[in-house]
């Protein structure tokens, strides 16, 4: 019972991460939380399963398309919902703009795929049990997803202006950084890192068009307990969600889970509002 | 006195005449609701009913969203509150059964204490965490109701309340519904030109400005919060009771967003506009049959357009009054004289005093040891170099940031370190470096709520325009205007605030401040900006307000302004007293001289 | 439509303050349509369903209008979306009622929309047949107009119950639903049934269908010692995931409840197709096929005439189909015997049946008892043996 517990709860909590790890993606360069984020991840499942079992492509191709047809749903929601509405950031109109957008996305998901979960191919074929790939794929595709973010922020140029953008905008807009399409391309990997979540968490969640408005609440979680920004805390936040849920799943039930998940939200969002990673405020005057 | 006392009467008769180009589309509208039962049947009955009880929740919605600026997008969940609540009650579940009018209030009550506490979070938590913390409670509601078997129901759920005749039939109902919903309209519009509207509006875009006018964000949000809690739950009533039948999955996520968007398609800050919102959104699926599937999609893409390319919504486009285009040519002449008329003569009064305050931020030090004297009916100029810590010696005085070490007193009397929402009290205003005005209320607004807690009467006062609500909106509005004079900007008291200069928003900040009538004024760069004619209309208005007695800090880079209108000036540097004394004395002072003047 | 609308609407702005008059009915009634309403949830999570019974609509429809129609009046069906939303069925019975004038309503199908529907329906005094499975929906003195042709929720319960205590011939049983509001009431009604007729409810959970693993309840329910799980759901994708689950645990234990558990999209669901034997869901036996592989002599008639009018069924179930034919046909039929499209007429027609022989089933209703399905038609089928929308006899039936 525990093994199980763990091998969902730890596959479930490294999709919730990289939810939160395409939350933060969005946030470094624009500074704006977007509600396409739990989208993507849908995308990821709904696009692996329409070009492998579908159309019938084999898994790598499949897998390639579908992290190309998420990044351009990011570049899409750069263009659309973020780029029109960052010039007055304090207005807060990204919530609405990327709403309406994650909104549209899902609709059209759920006309277009269909209403019902529908399957998805399994990948490799390797394990069986609480061991069997379903459990263990999403676990593994975050661990390389964080690992790959690392070396991309640490040691290649791209990375390092990302960085530079995501401390101060202002300066790095000054030092001559292109930060108009590094934030393109921010949207971009977001899309990369959504896709790589849905994808490797299709066997578990299938391809579900209501994945979306799920994922963007459980990957928001990680995003509010490891405090903005922060991919570390987001993957800590993230498992720690994942294996609450499956743990109260097993103690109280289907009904009551969602009441004590969303219960330790709100008081931990009380509690520290910043997160339990996360850096205090700027200046207000 | 005599512009604050103007007789009411002519003022009434005028203000009625005033309001009716605004009044006029509501009454409109409610002649067309009540003709509807004249040209259609109960299937428009039915539609119209529909449109009545979403708007008695929108319109208290309204004020979370329009006016706060709080994106409470889960409102479905005190929708459903309510729904449960009253049909429990009728029904008899768990208490005797109640008659239906009884069950209302009290769901009213429940609704208005779960609206506080869903909206709890907006006190600490930012847009994006508000946001999706009511979208927790969304999903809460729904997976509580289905699970309270014994209560709610479960998945069957439970019959909505039926009400008595006459309101047993399609169009008795309707025009219950419609009652409440110009009821509920009366007493949010009531709410939104009061002195706690203009204060919701204030928290939202200029939450600074309002701290230091004194209004207190957390009972503002309450206030309004447990006014939305409660109209949702009785539009929750309403609704069960239009349904015959409640089920857990009546109550959609699309029923939120319909409710939220009404209001962001009407416009911020408007009543009419999510009115219009509320019908439209209503009317809309029932005409486009066809695209039933597609229904959300379109409200999304409605919702990203208006965002994009419309942000003020339908209200926007019906503000015909604010496209009219301003003379280019006008200029600022205030009339310091008239002060006399609205701000009280003071005969000396207590001094402000800083003693040995410190601050830093990190390892800087903005403030060392500093020393300031401010005297009551004197001009105090505050100058140095850029980084010297002026600018946080008045955010410390005002409160914004708590000082490391140090005293502060007004008199007698400490003044507390932090706490800036409670400086007005104290009787100190203040302007800042960057006008935070709210762009879009007008100017005369933005000038009353610098009198927010002056006014006397009640939230509940004011939701039911009760006679001390009218007094205190009279007063206000009097005092704004008699200002606006004294500042010079009385010909545009009812332009939108953002479309003045840059130098006409610096003299509403000090209009504002002025309603206070405050004992102290501190003045952040009001002269950055402004032409040489306008800095020297300010140097006349300074020395008028100190020649009532208040006292003035000024914070100035023009050496001129400072050296003509101040009585003392202390030089800072690197955050200590560099030198201070009568503008003569500074003048010559040798560092002073080499370091900052430059001469 | 649109002159006479406005001939009412002008009609009764005349009359102001006399809107209580009604005014007598035009002579020409005679030959207008036949309205027949449809509260169809088409798009949204549960239209599957509705697609089948709209395709025996149409197609009883068609039959009827191309045999001359009932006493040379065509059947004209007028179809609202509703989504599967209480709010939006609410809207459109009204629209039916007040503005399209519908002479009788079929559906709704989902428990949500019929609860809100139904009274405001009555309220209206519309005949309305529905297959929806509340039970409180059948109550003939506050719904006096409304017949179910469909087994109701207990008769169901009746059905499972019986396979699991007397063909099955198994005592502990695990009772398991999905979280939504027919889950979790089905999951109680179930249980206490269970529990009356003496067996032994060792598990009985309500579980979130988004949970991506169902090892933790199907553990629990093998350790309680179940020799049976019943399910209540129509979440095919977790259906699917306890397949699997089940699979993976190797244990043979039988799954027997809800029609979806033959729903044909758990054949892509499931991870092998052996995954999918031994699970068996409610059927009928008018479209079942036995051990020879041969359906009820009627029903293979309607297959072939529905073949030949080119109706899909592979992708569907035959009774939704059968039942939306029967339907139809039996408001054409109340119309035919009464003489008018008068509510009442038709009310009584329905009242006066008895084993009315539609290809679902046979009907029986009168005046105090509305559920008109026999519960002896129930039967469980193997879930994974679907053809052209029929299913094989679980074991056990002869």
């Given amino acids: ?285 | 006195m005599t512009a604050v006392t103007a007789t009411p009467a002519h003022q009434e008769a005028g203000a009625i005449r005033a309001a009716l180009p605004q009044l006029a589309p509501f009454l409109g509208i409610l002649a067309l609701a009540v003709m509807l039962p004249f040209i259609s049947n109960d299937y428009w009955a039915l539609i119209g009913t529909r449109a009545a009880i979403y708007w008695v929740l929108v319109s208290g919605l309204n004020l979370v969203v329009g006016f706060a600026g709080h994106l409470a997008i889960g409102y479905v969940a005190l929708l459903t509150l309510g729904a449960y609540t009253t049909s429990v009650l009728v029904a008899g579940n768990v208490l005797p059964p109640v008659p239906v009018f009884a069950a209302l209030p009290v769901a009213a009550i429940v609704g208005a204490m779960f609206g506080v506490i869903v909206g709890l979070p907006a006190l600490r938590l930012r847009t994006f965490y508000f946001a999706m913390s009511t979208l927790g409670f969304a999903t809460i509601v729904t997976q509580i109701a289905l699970a309270w078997q014994s209560v709610t129901g479960g998945g069957i759920g439970i019959s909505g309340p039926e009400f008595p005749a006459p309101f047993n039939t399609a169009w008795g109902f309707y025009f219950l519904c419609t009652a409440f919903a110009a009821f509920t309209t009366w007493m949010s519009a009531n709410i939104a030109r009061s002195r706690f509207g203009r204060a919701l509006i204030a928290v939202r875009d200029a939450e600074v400005a309002a701290e230091a006018t004194g209004i207190s964000k957390p009972k503002m949000l309450i206030a309004i919060f447990l006014f939305a809690g409660a109209l949702a739950a009785i539009a929750g009533g309403l609704f069960a009771s239009l349904q015959t039948y409640i089920t857990p999955d009546a109550f959609t996520f699309d029923l939120s967003v319909l409710f939220f968007i009404a209001i962001l398609i009407g416009g911020r800050g408007s009543i009419l506009g999510p009115m219009l919102g509320t019908i439209i959104l209503t009317i809309l699926p029932e005409i486009a049959a066809p695209l039933a599937a597609w229904s959300t999609f379109l409200y999304a893409v409605l919702l990203l357009v208006i965002v994009l390319v419309m942000p003020g919504g339908i209200a926007a486009l019906l503000d015909f009054r604010n496209r009219r285009p301003l003379a280019s040519n006008r200029a600022i002449l205030p009339r310091p004289a008239a002060l006399a008329d609205i701000v009280r003569q003071r005969a000396g009064g207590s001094a402000l005093a800083l003693r040995d305050i410190s601050l830093s931020f990190g390892n800087v030090r903005a403030i060392d040891r500093l020393d300031l004297d401010v005297a009551p009916g004197q001009i105090h100029g505050l100058i140095g170099p850029n980084g010297s810590g002026k600018t946080s010696t008045l955010n410390v005085i005002s409160g914004y940031y708590a000082a490391r070490a140090g005293t502060m007193t007004l008199g007698d009397a400490a003044l507390p370190p932090g706490m800036p929402a409670l400086r007005a009290a104290r009787g100190i205003a203040r302007t800042f470096q960057t006008p935070r005005v709210i762009g879009e209320a007008s100017v005369l607004q933005n000038v009353m709520i610098g009198g927010t807690i002056e006014g006397r009467a009640s939230f509940v006062e004011a939701m039911l325009s009760l006679p001390r609500n009218r007094q205190d909106e009279r007063m206000l509005a009097a005092k704004a205007r008699g200002l606006l004079g004294v500042v010079g900007l009385e010909p545009l008291a009812d332009v939108r605030a953002d479309r003045l200069q840059h130098s006409e928003l610096r003299f509403i900040e000090i209009a504002r401040a002025l309603m206070l009538d405050p004992d102290f004024l501190l003045l952040d760069e009001p002269a950055a900006g402004l032409s040489s004619d306008e800095i020297e209309r300010l140097a006349g208005l300074i020395k008028a307000i100190s020649g009532r007695g208040t006292g003035v800090l000024l914070v100035e880079h023009h050496a001129d302004l400072i050296f003509d209108i101040c009585h003392q000036v202390t030089v800072l540097n690197l955050g200590r007293t560099l030198a201070a004394g009568t503008p003569a004395e500074i003048r010559v002072h040798k560092e002073v001289v080499s370091a900052y003047l430059g001469g | 439509m649109a002159i006479s609308r406005r001939d009412v609407i002008l009609g009764s702005a005349g009359a102001l303050g006399a809107a209580t008059f009604s005014f007598p009915k035009p002579a020409i009634a005679q030959t207008e349509p036949i309205k027949i309403g449809c509260l169809a949830a088409m798009t949204g999570p549960s239209s599957a369903p509705t697609i089948g019974f709209n395709r025996g609509v149409y197609f009883a429809a068609d039959a009827i209008n191309a045999a001359g129609g009932v006493k040379g009046r065509k059947l004209e069906i007028v179809m609202r979306d509703t989504q599967g939303d209480p709010t939006k069925a609410v809207n459109a019975t009204q629209e039916l009622i007040s503005q399209a004038k519908v002479h009788g309503i079929w559906g709704p199908l989902n428990s949500g929309e019929a609860l809100a529907t139904t009274p405001i329906m009555a309220r209206a005094k519309i005949p309305n047949i529905h297959p929806c499975v509340v039970e409180t929906l059948i109550d003939t003195t506050k719904f006096p107009n409304a017949f179910r042709m469909a087994p109701s929720n207990s008769q169901w319960d009746d059905a499972v119950r019986n396979y699991c205590l007397n063909i099955l011939k198994v005592k502990k049983i695990a009772v398991i639903g999905d979280t939504t509001g027919y889950g979790v009431t089905a999951v109680g009604a179930s249980v206490a049934a269970f529990k009356k007729d003496g067996a032994d409810v060792v598990y009985q959970a309500n579980i979130d269908a988004t949970q991506p693993d169902m090892t933790p309840d199907l553990l629990r329910a093998k350790n309680a010692g179940a020799e049976v799980i019943v399910v209540w759901s129509v979440t095919t994708g977790m259906e699917a995931r306890m397949f699997n689950t089940r699979a993976a645990m190797n244990w043979d234990v039988a799954f027997v409840g809800h029609p979806s558990l033959s729903s044909g999209e758990i054949a892509g669901l499931v991870e092998k197709p052996a995954n999918w034997e031994k699970v068996y869901a409610i059927g009928y036996k008018s479209v079942s096929y036995d051990g020879a592989g041969k359906l009820p002599a009627k029903t293979q008639d309607l297959v072939d005439r529905l073949a030949k009018a080119k109706v899909a069924m592979n992708d569907t179930l035959l009774w939704w189909i059968a039942g939306g034919i029967d339907a139809i046909e039996l408001f054409a039929k109340g119309v035919e015997t009464s003489g008018s499209t008068e509510g009442p007429g038709i009310v009584a027609y329905l009242n006066s049946l008895s084993k009315y022989p539609g290809y679902f089933g046979d009907y029986t209703f009168n005046p105090t008892q509305h559920n008109g399905y026999p519960t002896d038609e129930i039967v469980m089928s193997q879930a994974s043996t679907a053809r052209n929308g029929t299913f094989a006899l679980a074991p056990g039936y002869t």
């Fill in chain 1, 1 to 285: 019972m525990l093994a199980s517990i763990l091998a969902s709860g730890l596959a479930a909590g490294a999709i919730y991460a990289l939810v939160g790890v395409t939350y933060n993606t969005m946030f470094s360069t624009s500074r704006v939380m977007s509600f396409t984020a739990g989208q993507l991840a849908m995308l990821g499942g709904v696009f692996g399963s329409m070009f492998t079992l579908k159309l019938g492509m084999p898994i790598v191709v499949g897998l390639l398309l579908t992290l190309i047809g998420c990044a351009i749903i990011g570049i899409i929601t750069e263009f659309v919902a973020v780029r029109p509405v960052l010039k007055s950031l304090d207005q807060h109109l990204y919530v609405l703009s990327t709403l309406a957008l994650a909104l549209m996305i899902q609709q059209v998901a759920a006309i277009k795929w269909g209403t019902e979960p529908q399957p998805f191919p399994r990948l490799i074929g390797l394990g069986s049990g609480v061991f069997d790939e379903k459990f263990w794929l999403p676990v593994v595709a975050c661990a390389i997803t964080i690992l790959g973010l690392e070396y991309l922020y640490r040691r290649t140029l791209v990375g390092r202006a990302f960085v530079a953008i995501a401390e101060d905008n202002f300066a790095a807009r000054a030092l001559g950084l292109p930060e108009r399409n590094l934030r393109v391309a921010s949207y971009a990997l977001a899309g990369v890192v959504g896709g790589i979540a849905g994808f490797s968490g299709g066997e578990l969640l299938l391809a579900f068009f209501a994945n979306g408005a799920l994922l963007n609440f459980y990957g928001f979680v990680p995003v509010a307990l490891g405090g903005l920004g922060n991919n570390r805390g987001a993957v800590v936040g993230g498992l720690a969600l994942g294996l609450f849920q499956q743990a109260a799943n097993f103690l109280v039930g289907g009904i009551f889970s969602s009441v004590a998940v969303f219960a330790l939200f709100i008081v931990v969002l009380l509690a520290a509002p910043q997160g339990l990673f996360g850096a205090s405020t700027a200046r207000r005057v």
